[in-house]
């Protein structure tokens, strides 16, 4: 049982140690000005490859890359974090390229939102909400009738 608790003990402890955290892509510098000096949606892709993200239109590429470090099952704390965007025009020309780092302090977000037709729900209608909604089509049930 001793053996088990010298095996036990630190491999849950290590959980608890700080560690690395790092997402995304890592961009040097000269890729950065790569797309920088990007004319066409290929010279991009060719600089830094596929976006992490595009918006619904596809006019927008986003690429990131974010270092810091993880305690426990915590949220990571960002030493480092940079964000390119580059929103393209007409032929997949690029209009704009948008460089963002955590010292800019300034990842605001788009004011758009999704209106969901169910918001304001309370918990009983979230718990008994969709009883009677579906039917048993293809479970060898007969549809009903609306």
Same mark, same amino acid.
């Given at each position: ?6 095996i036990a +003990?630190p /491999?849950l402890?290590? /959980?608890?140690? /700080?560690r690395s ?5 890592p961009?040097? &510098?000269?890729?950065? &000005?790569a797309?920088?000096?990007?004319? $066409? ?10 976006? /992490?993200? $595009? ?12 270092e810091g470090?993880r305690?426990a099952?915590?949220h990571?704390?960002?030493y480092?974090y940079r ?16 460089v963002?780092?955590i010292?800019? %302090?300034?990842f ?5 939102? $999704? %209106?969901?037709r169910?918001?304001g +729900?309370d918990f009983?209608g &979230?718990?008994?909400? %969709? +009883?009677?909604?579906?039917n ?5 049930a ?5």
């Amino acid at each position: 049982m001793r053996k088990i608790y010298h095996i036990a +003990i630190p /491999a849950l402890l290590s /959980a608890c140690i /700080a560690r690395s955290y790092d997402r995304g892509v890592p961009m040097r &510098e000269s890729q950065v &000005e790569a797309v920088r000096e990007a004319k $066409t949606k290929s010279d991009v892709a060719a600089a830094l490859g596929s976006p /992490a993200a $595009t918006s619904l239109e596809g006019d927008k590429w986003f690429y990131f890359h974010a270092e810091g470090s993880r305690f426990a099952f915590f949220h990571p704390t960002f030493y480092k974090y940079r964000i390119v965007e580059i929103e393209f025009v007409g032929d997949d020309k690029v209009k704009e390229v948008v460089v963002r780092d955590i010292k800019d %302090n300034d990842f605001s977000t788009d004011s758009r939102s $999704t %209106n969901h037709r169910d918001e304001g +729900i309370d918990f009983f209608g &979230e718990l008994f909400g %969709n +009883i009677g909604k579906f039917n048993m089509a293809g479970m060898g049930a007969e549809p009903t009738q609306d």
